[in-house]
T-cell receptor, first 115, second 114 residues
Framework: DVKVTQSSRYLVKRTGEKVFLECVQD?????MFWYRQDPGLGLRLIYF???????EKGDIPEGYSVSREKKERFSLILESASTNQTSMYLC??????????????FGPGTRLLVL | AQSVAQPEDQVNVAEGNPLTVKCTYS??????LFWYVQYPNRGLQFLLK??????LVKGSYGFEAEFNKSQTSFHLKKPSALVSDSALYFC????????????FGAGTRLFVKA
């Protein structure tokens, strides 16, 4: 079974703090993604990566950055956390060769509260 | 704009009754459509997908979805609902904008009453 793990299930941070969310997958997937999930808005793509050291902006990249130094690990960074970044953050991975048929495998999510 | 819409925030159904969760899409070219489910306190799980071929797609946990090109719909169905089906369901569509991306709907919460 594909396993995608996220470093924390719940996180509480203060405004202005630098926040790191870590994601690790064990299926040698090339593609990795970060989404945020908000009620009524569904999932919105923040950043994604097709390979090590590669990154692409998603639909809402402002206030976030990412790092992919190893194939299995994709980190999301909030440079200076703000209250409007309180959300559920979901990491996902997929196999590149799937192309249009791509199925994404998700981690359990990190619920972040910024005070 | 290429997108996917789930017109119902919430669907209520009694256990044993059939259920339908609606999804419509707007995408140029051939659509690639997916359903994912999120059970309480768990990550999203893939249910089923439509790529090509038979309009009725069967997936996990007894779910199926019907692709209707003329109505641009991809409704999720199950003949007999279980209480354990209560979850948040997301419809998604793949689109190409210089690279493939998956666009998710806002989600529909399904409540199945015993």
């Amino acid at each position: 079974d594909v396993k995608v793990t996220q470093s924390s299930r719940y996180l509480v941070k203060r405004t202005g703090e630098k926040v790191f969310l870590e994601c690790v997958q064990d299926m040698d997937h090339e593609n990795m993604f970060w989404y945020r999930q908000d009620p009524g808005l569904g999932l919105r793509l923040i950043y994604f990566s097709y390979d090590v050291k590669m990154k692409e902006k998603g639909d809402i990249p402002e206030g976030y950055s990412v790092s992919r130094e190893k194939k299995e690990r994709f980190s999301l960074i909030l440079e200076s956390a703000s209250t409007n970044q309180t959300s559920m953050y979901l990491c996902a991975s997929s196999h590149r060769l799937a192309g249009q048929q791509e199925t994404q495998y998700f981690g359990p999510g990190t619920r972040l509260l910024v005070l | 704009a290429q997108s996917v819409a789930q017109p119902e925030d919430q669907v209520n159904v009694a256990e044993g009754n059939p259920l339908t969760v609606k999804c419509t899409y707007s995408v140029s070219g051939n659509p690639y459509l997916f359903w994912y489910v999120q059970y309480p306190n768990r990550g999203l799980q893939f249910l089923l997908k439509y790529i090509t071929g038979d309009n009725l797609v069967k997936g996990s946990y007894g779910f199926e979805a019907e692709f209707n090109k003329s109505q641009t719909s991809f409704h999720l169905k199950k003949p007999s609902a279980l209480v354990s089906d209560s979850a948040l369901y997301f419809c998604a569509v793949r689109r190409y904008t210089g690279g493939f991306k998956t666009i998710f709907g806002a989600g529909t919460r399904l409540f199945v009453k015993a």
